[in-house]
């Protein structure tokens, strides 16, 4: 059941994905990553016989909620101030491989904007991150060196985010960036769109106040301009990052 918690990660995010970040008037708020696996369950499902997904226990749905702390308390490739940021979140996956469906969230809650800036770097940050915290899970991956440690980032980690009060900011880190594109396979990536079809990486942003201007063009806002919408092809943004960078001044 692990390999499933894993394909978001191991895929380097090639699913759709939404990104949704509230921030309160308080400060306070929660991030969440949306990632919709069906395409991929779907896939699998029909490179697989009937016996092979009764074997990985793959043949009746599946609906859980995890808490990360027990697995993040015990990861020795996450630092402890990546801990504290990551540990309050929670996991909900849900899978029935008959019905081809596959929906895995992750939701963190945060106090403040200075802890939600943490969040950002340690999930961002080599040694902290989801993909080291469910190699843990897994009982190896990319801590242990094991399959894991060979796979694409995720595509989120090539930004920097910031946010500070009126001032939201999201920017590609060129040195992540060129880490990342140093692993993209185009033909691979090719392969992958004709199998799967369009895929798209949505970012959702709702603030307290209503927004003032956006730098992205294509960035929608919604009837009270307290949320900005911005969408773009996940496999395009991965040779043209940039069409995911966002200022909002609100």
């Given amino acids: 059941m692990l390999f499933i918690i894993l394909l978001p990660l191991g895929m380097a995010s090639c699913m759709d994905t ?29 490179f697989s016989s009937d016996s092979d997904i009764q074997k990985q226990g793959l043949d009746k749905p599946f609906d859980t909620t995890m808490l990360l702390k027990s697995y993040i308390d015990t990861a020795q490739s996450v630092p402890a101030d990546k801990k504290a940021a990551l540990r309050e979140g929670l996991l909900h996956l849900t899978l029935s491989v008959k019905d081809n469906v596959g929906k895995l969230d992750v939701v963190f809650p945060f106090d403040n904007t200075d802890q939600l800036s943490k969040l950002y770097e ?18 190896g991956g990319s801590q242990s060196g094991g399959p894991d440690s060979d796979v694409l980032p995720q595509i989120t980690a090539i930004y920097d985010v910031s946010v500070k009060k009126g001032l939201y900011s999201r920017k590609v880190n060129k040195q992540r960036y060129e880490v990342f594109s140093q692993t993209m396979k185009p033909d691979q990536l090719k392969q992958m769109g004709s199998m799967m079809g369009p895929m798209n990486y949505t970012l959702v942003v709702t603030l307290p106040q209503s927004i003032k201007k956006t730098s992205n063009a294509k960035a929608v806002l919604s009837k009270d301009k307290k949320t900005v919408t911005l969408q773009a092809d996940l496999l395009e943004t991965f040779e043209h990052p940039e069409l995911l960078e966002l200022d909002i001044e609100y």
């Fill in 18 to 46: 939404r990104e949704e970040l509230e921030i309160k008037k308080d400060g306070s708020g929660s991030l969440m990553m949306k990632t919709d696996m069906s395409k991929m369950v779907e896939l699998m499902k029909n």
């Fill in 122 to 139: 340690s999930l961002n940050a080599g040694t902290g991150g989801l993909k080291n915290m469910m190699g843990n899970m897994s009982g």
